[in-house]
């Protein structure tokens, strides 16, 4: 459908894409139809300044790995 960019604080700059969807079954009926949007940003510009603290996000600690990824679990494998 088309995109936008946008300058960003963190990103430099930043691109909206816009993308529709549709799904269709055997018979040819519409079944579902959507609209998606991906934002894309320029890694190395938003990498430096997480690497030099100036991140949205660098205030926040780290408690203990499991409050992201739970427990550990012995999985069958």
Not at 43 to 61: C, L, P, V
Request: charged content about 30%; overall charge positive; some cysteine.
């Amino acid at each position: 459908m088309g995109f936008d960019v946008k300058p960003s604080k963190f990103a430099g700059r930043t691109a909206f894409e816009y993308q529709k969807v549709e799904f269709w079954n055997q018979r040819d009926e519409l079944v579902c139809k959507g609209y998606t949007m991906l934002v894309r940003y320029e890694r190395q510009t938003a990498r430096g300044k997480s690497a030099e603290g100036k991140g949205k996000y660098d205030y926040i600690k780290l408690i203990s790995s499991c409050l992201i990824h739970g427990p550990k679990r012995n999985l069958p494998g």
